[in-house]
T-cell receptor, first 110, second 114 residues
Framework: QKEVEQNSGPLSVPEGAIASLNCTYS??????FFWYRQYSGKSPELIMF????GDKEDGRFTAQLNKASQYVSLLIRDSQPSDSATYLC??????????FGKGTMLLVSP | DVKVTQSSRYLVKRTGEKVFLECVQD?????MFWYRQDPGLGLRLIYF???????EKGDIPEGYSVSREKKERFSLILESASTNQTSMYLC?????????????FGNGTRLTVT
């Protein structure tokens, strides 16, 4: 069974702080990794994807990948209350299919 | 922008009814997926399709079937709805036969079976 693990949270951070969201995966052969944001009652929306070891930055978001440790993270700088949502880590685990973690709830307090 | 449209936002059905959930995408994507999402269980893959008339079972196909007669449309069918199929159903699509293609989700259908 290919698994993707995330802390369920909630992760609480004050406005302006850096939020760090973590994800581990079991399939060593996985090559591509995705972060989705899901607001309550809404569908997941893609934030970032990463394929290579190291960091990838997009605005306030940075994805980090370490394939040797089977670890993916998402950093959100200058966190805003509007960032409060559940963040889903997803990993390619088969033909064009993604396996999702159960998500980490992030709460950003003003 | 990719648009994935699910026909109903909310649906209430009775136990034993046959239920159709429809999904249409407008970006000529090859791949289409049906997931269900439940509290504490996350997103689980029911079925997917990588071409017209092709279908593959996901992790939890029992009690469901699918149909893909046209490239843009992927239907999920509950042959005889049961209360344990009460859930949020999410359709998604992606481009091509690549591990690098992200999924694009529809708005979801919240199905209640009474």
């Amino acid at each position: 069974q290919k698994e993707v693990e995330q802390n369920s949270g909630p992760l609480s951070v004050p406005e302006g702080a850096i939020a760090s969201l973590n994800c581990t995966y079991s399939d060593r052969g996985s090559q591509s990794f995705f972060w989705y944001r899901q607001y309550s009652g809404k569908s997941p929306e893609l934030i970032m994807f990463i394929y290579s070891n190291g960091d990838k930055e997009d605005g306030r978001f940075t994805a980090q990948l370490n394939k040797a440790s089977q670890y993916v993270s998402l950093l959100i700088r200058d966190s805003q209350p509007s960032d409060s949502a559940t963040y889903l880590c997803a990993v390619h685990t088969g033909y064009s299919t993604l396996t999702f973690g159960k998500g980490t709830m992030l709460l950003v307090s003003p | 922008d990719v648009k994935v449209t699910q026909s109903s936002r909310y649906l209430v059905k009775r136990t034993g009814e046959k239920v159709f959930l429809e999904c249409v995408q407008d970006m000529d994507h090859e791949n289409m997926f049906w997931y269900r999402q439940d509290p504490g269980l996350g997103l689980r893959l029911i079925y997917f399709s990588y071409d017209v008339k092709m279908k593959e079972k996901g992790d939890i196909p029992e009690g469901y079937s699918v149909s893909r007669e046209k490239k843009e449309r992927f239907s999920l069918i509950l042959e005889s709805a049961s209360t344990n199929q009460t859930s949020m159903y999410l359709c998604a699509s992606s481009f091509g036969r690549s591990d690098n293609s992200p999924l694009h989700f529809g708005n979801g259908t919240r199905l209640t079976v009474t």
